[in-house]
């Protein structure tokens, strides 16, 4: 779909502006580092639709720039492409991602993922979470799972909003498993499919087959979009028997139906006398808003005597956003369909009016969370229980996957993703079905196709609904020796790699919990707190919906001893690196050790003593281990202690070594090492 679901698809992009245009925003440690920088404020979509163009030097790159900021896209590929070719290192990270959404806004997911890889290496700080989202997939859209799904790890975990999805997109990854398994469904190419987009199947009865199609059939010059270089949609109608990837006898419908323009996604009153269907917003020639976008809307006509109406926006249009892909339900009461209205969830939202009996419609009402995501939903099709819409959200196998929601009482449950064959690795949408007979027809732009975007026919189609794969892991964390709860302790579930997955704090009777942990996986469950010696169990769910656990932690004993007559905070060396005195992350460690006992013993009060190595003058030695100790007691009263509890803080240079390595000895590495030390003695308690 090039970008059919950009393009005519939502005709979305075809109508939306440089800057309203969000379309499907969708490596290695390097790609986290980048990400997750909370404080990245630019949005890709700004960035990359604006109209600021990058500042180089280069006459290409200008005139790709210019093709860009008109959504030319596929001028602005080409003249990118020519650009870029063999110099990464001459254009900043900006060129690179939009010569990726060049490629990306006309399906070519192989250079557009090339292209967004260059980009995150060359500036973390040129990467915003609506790229990485692209980028994933992109790469979905390759075949490259196991690369796009990390990523989409990173997006998650920065993009906080996608928290309120979790539990529904869980639902949904369980159904898309379930669906991925083979079953008999036959997938068949329509005879009818051209070398451009072909989409919006619909059968209207007694055999009649409606559909879209950008085909050149002028035979003059033939007028084409700009975005991808093809010609414009129109609507079609032909017949179709028992084969259904045979259609004949094709026609164009009359011009009171199609325009100059874009028109698509078509739906019938039950009667088959009345028609919706999408269209640009046009009179004369293409109207725009204040800031310049050309919205869809959409129009009706009715059967007459004399073929059909001049078609006639409806009432909740507007000329300040679009709505488009009309659906109707079985009684003709409720009009579904997409728009990118004020108020909704994602890009783009399913809404529906309820039509009254006197024709009339209200006000749209929008579907809700599960349904509608951040992303884009879009193409819905009603059958008497059941709603199909496609959706770009990030669980899919990439591009824009068919759902199913059953209608249970005017609510939609149990969302599907109806998995493959029909659904790919590329764009799938447009689904309609005759549920008695398991067959209908989708539209996909998947590889083998003869163009564009080509219409399918399936039968025997089975669509599982979701199984329940989630399990509950609780438990309670006691103190081994007097079995009393601990409160806040950390409990970490970490996968089979060691992987956290997530962390939470015993309450006050030591007890957590962690939702929709998968079945039929391994994990492991460990407890910590200061002054503990930690505990973990390892734990299989298999197909338990619920498993308990005791998590026992030993209280460490507080580390004083007893050194010629002197008590001592007795911790392993706080040792420092040759002729430096910062504090290094394995003493850090250590010295966090030091707070848990002092927050056992509030009275105590220490006396830092640091020493170093005999290398170096006797002078620059005192002075650097009066610079350790005070760097120690920096330390600790940055991390909450009270000045007043350390009594001193002092060096005494190369007089005090642990072992022989004086001036003149030679000795190893290891030996040094152990002479750079700070010690804390016990003053009180």
């Known amino acids: 779909m090039k970008k059919l679901f950009l393009l005519p698809l939502f005709l979305f992009c075809l109508t939306i502006s440089a800057q309203s245009v969000s379309l499907l925003e969708f490596e290695d440690a390097e790609i986290e580092r980048i990400i997750l920088n909370e404080n990245k ?20 790159i200008k ?15 080409k003249v990118y492409d020519e650009a870029l070719n063999g110099k990464q290192k001459d254009f900043p990270a900006a060129v690179w991602l939009r010569a990726g959404d060049s490629h990306y806004f006309n399906s070519n997911m192989k250079m557009a993922s090339k292209y967004y890889q260059i980009a995150y290496k060359k500036d973390a700080d040129a990467v915003s979470n609506d790229d990485l989202f692209k980028y994933a997939h992109a790469l979905k859209g390759t075949g490259r799972y196991k690369k796009a799904n990390r990523i989409m790890k990173v997006f998650n975990a920065q993009d906080k909003q996608t928290l309120l999805a979790d539990k529904e997109a869980s639902t949904i990854e369980n159904s898309l498993a379930e669906n991925s398994k083979p079953y008999e469904v036959e997938i068949k190419n329509l005879n009818i499919n051209s070398e451009y987009s072909d989409f919006s199947p619909m059968i209207i009865g007694a055999g009649k087959f ?14 084409r979009y700009k975005w991808n270089k093809q010609p414009y949609l129109d609507l079609y109608v032909g017949e179709v028997g028992d084969d259904l990837e045979k259609v004949k006898n094709v026609e164009k419908l009359p011009q009171t139906i199609n325009s100059k323009y874009h028109e698509a996604a078509v739906t019938f009153s039950p009667d088959k006398n009345t028609i919706y269907f999408t269209r640009n917003n046009y009179g004369k020639k293409l109207k725009r808003d204040q800031n310049g976008v050309n919205h869809l809307k959409i129009y009706t006509s009715t059967k007459t005597e004399n073929g ?17 892909h009309p659906a109707m339900n079985q009684d003709g009461t409720k009009l579904y369909f997409v728009s990118d209205m004020p ?11 309820n039509i009254k009996e006197d024709g009339s419609y209200s006000a749209p009402i929008n579907l809700g969370e599960g349904v509608n995501s951040r992303r884009k939903e879009m193409f819905p099709f009603v059958s008497e229980n059941a709603l199909y819409f496609s959706s770009n959200r990030s669980e899919g196998f990439g591009g824009l996957d068919i759902y199913k929601a059953d209608i249970i009482n ?3 449950k149990n ?3 109806i998995g493959e064959p029909i659904n790919s690795n590329k764009d799938d949408f447009s689904f309609v079905m005759d549920e008695v007979n398991n067959s209908g027809y989708f539209a996909s732009n998947r590889d083998g196709g003869k163009g564009d975007d080509d219409i399918y026919a399936f039968t025997n189609l089975e669509i599982k609904p979701p199984v329940d794969m989630n399990a509950i892991i609780e438990g309670v964390v006691l103190d081994e020796l007097t079995g009393n709860p601990i409160q806040e302790a950390l409990v970490a579930l970490l996968d089979e790699d060691q992987n956290k997955l997530a962390e939470i704090a015993t309450d006050e009777k030591g007890r957590f919990q962690f939702d929709d942990v998968r079945k039929q996986s391994n994990y492991t469950i460990v407890s910590n707190l200061l002054s503990y010696n930690e505990d973990s169990k390892s734990i299989a769910t298999e197909d338990k919906a619920r498993i308990s656990l005791e998590l026992l932690m030993k209280k460490e004993a507080a580390p004083i001893v007893m050194e010629d007559g002197v008590k001592k905070l007795k911790i392993d060396n706080i040792n420092f690196d040759f002729d430096r005195y910062y504090i290094k992350s394995d003493a850090a460690s250590e010295l966090d050790r030091l707070l848990a006992v002092w927050e056992e013993y509030p009275e105590m009060v220490i006396k830092i003593e640091s020493h170093t190595d005999s290398r170096g003058s006797r002078a620059y030695n005192q002075y650097l281990s009066d610079k350790r100790a005070k760097a120690t007691r920096d330390y600790l009263i940055k991390n909450g202690i009270d000045p007043s509890r350390i009594a001193s803080a002092e060096g005494f240079g190369e007089d005090r070594p642990l072992n022989n390595c004086e001036d003149g000895i030679p000795c190893s590495r290891d030996n040094h090492l152990e002479n750079r030390r700070s010690e804390f003695i016990i003053v009180s308690m």
């Open 41 to 60: 404020k630019n949005d890709s979509l700004t960035k990359s639709k604006s109209t600021t163009k990058t500042t180089v030097n280069n006459k290409l």
């Open 63 to 77: 005139r790709a720039d210019g093709f860009f900021d008109k959504l030319w896209y596929a001028e602005a590929a």
């Open 210 to 223: 409606l559909y879209a199609s950008s085909k050149d059939s002028a035979f003059l010059k033939t007028r």
């Open 308 to 324: 059909w109406s001049e078609a006639k926006e409806l009432p909740f249009n507007s000329e300040n956003y679009s709505t488009g």
């Open 343 to 353: 108020g909704g969830y994602g890009a783009t939202d399913v809404y529906y009016v």
């Open 410 to 412: 005017e609510e939609y």
């Open 415 to 417: 969302i599907t993703n």
